[in-house]
């Protein structure tokens, strides 16, 4: 056990090199399998995302068809209705929603130059040009319908007109207008786009139908590879337990009743586990000796050494029960110290404050400093008849103080605030801060115990 853990016996280099090189090299060769299997889960997502993908363009084809449907469909209910709600909702459509042109860009980020976005971009076309007929359309209705054009989107005023179309009557042209919608020609452009929109949906099927043979090749490939990495996976990975258990485990499990007990760690065994424990041990030390002065310093105020709120929280929800005494205690005027002597100065009173009351306390009684100027005193074993110890306590604080004020110092006086209970509560707290109140109201440098109201 007191093996200086820097010396190696025979052996023990050599072994501590072929273990570090050994532990280098199966983590190299994990690290290998594990991206193995996660570049391979990659095919199944490929084959994944050729499902999804088809259902999406196959939606997108479907929309321009359905964009161009409701076209022809407002358009229609225009003509023959005359309101233009049905208009206004044809330029909605063209102008904003823009299916057609999404279902366009969306095929051409996957397809640019295939069949599927020439099929695609011909019916694009060909619907672009029979809104040409469809503006013909509406300005017929407009001016059958005698409106003032002016209110009309400018591709419908824009529409020019024959001479003998202009001729018509209101009656022909709203004839017209139904018959340019409903004859052979414009029949014969919607029957192009439905046409060149199932040349899209053919091409997509082709083009993925191919995608999805190379990937379920792929993925069949991976399956097979997939099986050989996790059985060498799982050999690789037995053998490292049994070798760690018989190397690492065993003698670190020996060390759990050592931990368990919080004390140091024997330095034996092999030499890393006994620089280990050498580690382990120096690491003990040094964490034990922080904590204590990070106690010290979580419940005691860094200025005055009294014990801090936190300390003060603890007391308040500890419930202890027995006789005691709470006092509240403030720094009458304590902004105009540092006001007007400077913050230094109100330094140096609070820290003059906390050494008083240890003179004048008992060392089993706490002192806490809650608030800026603001200190609490809890008194234990003390009740109701001892109000004039507390009194004389105080008294020689404030005389102390005084005393300090004929030497140079700022002139302070305290007022406090007593109260007496069975156990220690936010309740006796809170007594003690109105017995405070009293004492400033009575004109500060005072101290008052609270009297139960009748």
């Not at 041990?281 to 040094?286: A, G, K, R, V």
């Not at 300390?311 to 902004?335: H, P, Q, R």
């Not at 608030?371 to 008294?395: P, W």
């Amino acid at each position: 056990m007191g093996d200086n853990p820097s010396q190696g016996h025979k052996h023990g280099m050599p072994m501590k090199r072929t273990i570090t090189i050994f532990a280098i090299i199966m983590t190299i060769v994990s690290a290998c399998l594990v991206a193995g299997l996660f570049f391979n889960l990659m095919n199944y997502n490929d084959l994944i995302r050729v499902t999804r993908d088809y259902v999406s363009w196959e939606e997108k084809v479907k929309e321009m068809v359905s964009s161009s449907d409701y076209l022809t469909e407002q358009v229609r209910l225009f003509v023959e209705t005359g309101d233009r709600k049905h208009m206004d909702n044809y330029f909605t459509e063209s102008d904003q929603t823009r299916r057609r042109e999404d279902a366009l860009e969306f095929i051409a980020e996957r397809f640019p130059l295939s069949d599927a976005y020439t099929s695609l971009d011909n019916a694009m076309n060909e619907s672009r040009k029979l809104m040409f007929t469809e503006y013909k359309a509406m300005r017929l209705k407009a001016e059958s319908m005698g409106d003032d054009l002016s209110t009309y989107d400018r591709r419908v005023t824009s529409v020019l007109l024959s001479e003998e179309e202009r001729a018509l009557s209101n009656a022909e042209k709203a004839s017209l207008a139904r018959t340019v919608l409903f004859d052979q020609k414009y029949s014969s452009s919607k029957e192009k786009i439905t046409n060149q929109t199932d040349d899209c949906l053919k091409n997509l099927v082709g083009e993925l139908e191919e995608e999805q043979a190379d990937a379920e090749f792929r993925l069949r490939f991976a399956m097979i590879y997939e099986l050989v990495l996790i059985a060498s996976y799982i050999f690789l990975s037995i053998f490292i337990v049994i070798l760690t258990s018989r190397r690492v485990f065993t003698p670190l499990i020996h060390s759990i009743p050592f931990i368990e007990n919080d004390s140091p760690l024997p330095v034996q065994g092999a030499y890393e586990l006994r620089m280990l424990a050498y580690a382990y041990n120096l690491m003990y030390e040094s964490n034990r000796r922080s904590k204590n002065r990070l106690k010290f310093k979580a419940e005691h105020d860094a200025l005055t050494g009294a014990l801090n709120r936190n300390a003060f929280e603890k007391v308040l929800t500890s419930s202890e029960e027995g006789n005691v005494a709470f006092l509240i205690l403030d720094v009458d005027n304590f902004k105009q110290i540092n006001d007007n002597h400077g913050h230094l100065a109100g330094d140096k009173v609070l820290t003059r404050v906390v050494e008083l009351m240890r003179e004048n306390f008992r060392t089993e009684d706490s002192i806490f400093r809650i608030g800026g100027d603001e200190f609490a005193v809890v008194l234990f074993g003390i009740d109701e008849n001892s109000s004039k110890i507390i009194q004389n306590k105080y008294d020689r604080i404030n005389e102390s103080l005084t005393e300090d004020a004929k030497a140079g110092a700022p002139e302070i006086t305290l007022s406090a605030g007593v109260a007496f209970g069975e156990r220690i509560d936010t309740s006796l707290m809170e007594r003690a801060d109105t017995a405070l109140y009293e004492s400033k109201a009575a004109g500060k440098a005072c101290c008052s115990f609270f009297k139960e109201k009748i």
